[in-house]
């Protein structure tokens, strides 16, 4: 039995520090996003298409919290697409607002999952650019 894959990234960008860590599971892949220390936030979840041939949008729900939602839902997306496994997604924001951190948090999510640590399954090689 594999044991869970557990990654931690920084970035500091604007005189502001943020953090990452990435947990990957058998059936799930957690990505908490936060800025200046670790930090529960809003939390997303979604789970991945059925086929990749379905055209249907993803499905995502905010399970906590009611800041960040846009970021936090299109996160939780973007990984359960990638990774063909249920996505969560916590982002915790205590001093920037949403719009101007999305760039700093998608800069850090990319690093987060494209990793030699995070290893990419075969059908979850895309790019994670919004």
Do not use: C
């Amino acid at each position: 039995m594999t044991r869970a894959i557990i990654v931690k990234k920084e970035l500091s960008e604007r005189a502001v520090h943020f953090l990452g860590i990435y947990i990957e599971t058998k059936n799930a892949v957690l990505a908490f996003l936060s800025e200046s220390e670790d930090q529960l936030g809003t939390l997303a979840a979604s789970v991945p298409q059925a086929t990749q041939m379905q055209m249907k949008p993803l499905v995502s729900s905010i399970l906590l919290g009611d800041r960040n939602t846009a970021t936090a839902r299109i996160l939780a997306e973007r990984l359960a697409a990638k990774t063909g496994k249920i996505g969560l997604v916590s982002v915790h924001l205590s001093t920037m607002n949403e719009t101007e951190a999305n760039p700093i948090l998608i800069k850090l999510f990319n690093k987060l999952t494209t990793t030699d640590d995070a290893p990419q399954t075969a059908s979850a090689k895309g790019d994670l650019s919004i």
